[in-house]
Every structure is written in structure tokens, then in C-alpha cells.
């Protein structure tokens, strides 16, 4: 059964760093890129980017290139999303998502809730 | 980046009745060579992430419905629920992944009438 198990929920203050994960079982990680997500309170979805587990390709939107690094550590087929410095506007709902053999988001975590706030 | 639009932003549907959203890109997402609509559609209900309905543009998931219906092609798509049920008021997203970034619509809200 594949599974995408997100890490729990955040309360950040702005400024302060944060690296949240998404842990992936069920199929092999190298098989199929990882997507992440954002959904701010009340709404849409927004597509930050997707990175391939094997070699690390990663492709970002515009709209967060520079702001969030994706990653991922093979060895224990988990990929990641991190912020150096987070801002109120920070403040989401962030999935990811495998991007399986159609190329859509075929199945996702059940996400994590970051709340940026002085 | 393609700019994927939804129509319209709310709808309002009687039970049993039919419910029709639209989706535009801004441009085409069908691929020549594979004569494939780069084109899917979600469901996503409050608290839960959301769902992959139909890829390809037409192509339903396993386990969906067959109410549910996608067509269209090109620049212009349609997801069809035939017969509304009661669970399927929720909101609904189109996204195209035909180049990156892989956009999304700002989602559509079904509702009963």
C-alpha cells in the first residue's frame, strides 16, 4: 500500500528555519518524482515543485524558487521541504504528493499545518 | 506558466441533478505526439488532501464513480458529475501538467441548491 506519512505540525516564529518531511513506503522512492503543495487558510491549491529521488533533479514554480528547498535523503525514502528564514505569509497547509506513472498526484500525505506567528 | 482558469468559482447544484465545471488553460496542454491531454482533475474535502479524480483529461481513476466524466481537449476541458450526490459537495481543481510549473485552477465549489 503506498503511503506518503508527513511530519506533524509547526509553530514558528518569522525568521526562525524549518524542514518538514514526508515519508514514503509502498513502492520503490526512485521510481517517481515528489511533489509538494500549498494551501494557504481558506485557499487554493498552489504547485511548489517536484523532485526526482534518484538523482535529486528538482524542478521549482517560479513563485517559490529561492524561497523553500526540496530535497531528499534516498536512504530512508524520505523527501523534504525546508525554509531558511519563515514569514507570516508562510503560514499553510503543505502536501505532498507522488507524482506517479500518469504524472499526476496520484497519492498524497495528509499534510502539514506551519503556523508562522510573532 | 500556463494560467489554468476555473468556471465558475461556485456552483450550485440540486441533488440528482447535473453538475458541469469548466477549465481553460492558457494554452494548449494536448501533446502531439502522444495525442494526450495533459489535463487531471481533483476532489478535495474540508480536512483531507485532495483526491485524483481523472487523468489525461478523460481517463477515470480506479474507484471513481462513473458520474464522474472528463472531456474536452486543447485549451478547453469539462468535468461532468452526473446525478449529484450528496457527497460529492466539495470543491474541485483542474491542473495542467504539460509544462512545469504544474498549475492548478483556484478551484471550483459545488453546493446544493
Known amino acids: 500500500e503506498v503511503q506518503l506519512v508527513q511530519s506533524g505540525a509547526e509553530v514558528k516564529k518569522p525568521g526562525e528555519s524549518l524542514k518538514i518531511s514526508c515519508r514514503v513506503s509502498?513502492?520503490?522512492?526512485?521510481?517517481?518524482?515528489i511533489g509538494w503543495v500549498r494551501q494557504m487558510p481558506g485557499k487554493g491549491l498552489e504547485w511548489m515543485g517536484i523532485?526526482?529521488?534518484?538523482?535529486?533533479?528538482?524542478r521549482y514554480s517560479p513563485s517559490f524558487q529561492g524561497q523553500v528547498t526540496i530535497s531528499v535523503d534516498k536512504s530512508i525514502s524520505t523527501a523534504y521541504l525546508q525554509w531558511s528564514s519563515l514569514k507570516a505569509s508562510d503560514t499553510a497547509m503543505y502536501f505532498c504528493?507522488?507524482?506517479?506513472?500518469?504524472?499526476?498526484?496520484?497519492?498524497w500525505g495528509r499534510g502539514t499545518l506551519v503556523t508562522v506567528s510573532s | 506558466d500556463i494560467v489554468v482558469t476555473q468556471s465558475p468559482d461556485s456552483l450550485a447544484v440540486s441533488l440528482g441533478e447535473r453538475a458541469t465545471i469548466n477549465c481553460k488553460s492558457s494554452?494548449?496542454?494536448?501533446?502531439?505526439?502522444?495525442?494526450?491531454?495533459?489535463l487531471a482533475w481533483y476532489q478535495q474535502k474540508p480536512g483531507q488532501p485532495p483526491k485524483l479524480l481523472i487523468s489525461?483529461?478523460?481517463t477515470r481513476e480506479s474507484g471513481v464513480p462513473d458520474r464522474f466524466s472528463g472531456s474536452g481537449s486543447g485549451t478547453d476541458f469539462t468535468l461532468t458529475i452526473t446525478s449529484l450526490q450528496a457527497e460529492d459537495v466539495t470543491v474541485y481543481y483542474c491542473?495542467?501538467?504539460?509544462?512545469?510549473?504544474?498549475?492548478f485552477g483556484q478551484g471550483t465549489k459545488l453546493e446544493i441548491k
Open positions: 489525461w483529461a478523460s
Open positions: 504528493a507522488r507524482q506517479g506513472p500518469t504524472i499526476t498526484l496520484d497519492f
Open positions: 494554452q494548449s496542454v494536448l501533446y502531439s505526439s502522444n495525442n494526450k491531454n495533459y
Open positions: 491542473q495542467q501538467y504539460y509544462s512545469p510549473p504544474y498549475t
Open positions: 509502498g513502492y520503490t522512492f526512485t521510481t517517481y518524482w
Open positions: 523532485i526526482q529521488p534518484g538523482d535529486s533533479d528538482t
